[in-house]
């Protein structure tokens, strides 16, 4: 059973442009949630999904940032026009169920360089 | 403000003796996990306790709970150079349930 997938693990965009993370959740496993780690810092909840609904984004920035995760395929992070301040670790993870009731796996992760 | 805190921020060892890391949380949980994060890695889940738990063991790791205090500690017996790495705590909260709360991290260095 594959881990969480996160692709690409590196990505370098200049500022301005778009940003598009995947996270494809373990097999079985239809909660995904994202999350940013700065340099030296815990991870930042962003917004948690389960399939084709998005349950709580209450830590996504309301502008440039959006999320999905359609019936068939991966959970995409998307952010547009990314400024430097964008630079960081993006993490997803998933489970089987709400994480009130159960373990979450998570993938090695994005890092995204805003150049 | 983070929901979980873990003390120390930084702890050095010798490879051979245990390691002991303490989380603090404000609010009421359903559970809280711990997670290893090796230097640019991702995050590895080593152990989940529930609310109604007060500890648990996985091989050379031992897992308290108090909900009482609001506080969970970690305990790694034996620690190998491999156990060098930062380790995260993470609390679901009893009112959500929908995302879990991370704490700042302790950094663990074993020295050989």
Known sequence: NAGVMQNPRHLVRRRGQEARLRCSPMKGHSHVYWYRQLPE???????????ENIIDESGMPKERFSAEFPKEGPSILRIQQVVRGDSA??????????VGFTEAFFGQGTRLTVV | SQQGEEDP?????????????NCSYKTSINNLQWYRQNSGRGLVHLILIR?????????????????????????????RAADTASYFCATSLLDTGNQFYFGTGTSLTVIP
């Open chain 1, 89 to 98: 670790a993006y993490f997803c993870a998933s489970s089987p169920k709400a």
């Open chain 2, 9 to 21: 921020q930084a702890l050095s060892i010798q490879e051979g003796e245990n390691a002991t890391m």
């Open chain 2, 51 to 79: 609310s109604n738990e007060r500890e648990k063991h996985s091989g050379r790791l031992r897992v308290t709970l108090d909900t009482s205090k609001k506080s969970s500690s970690l305990l790694i017996t034996a620690s």
């Open chain 1, 41 to 51: 810092e815990g991870l930042k909840f962003m917004v948690y999904l389960q399939k």
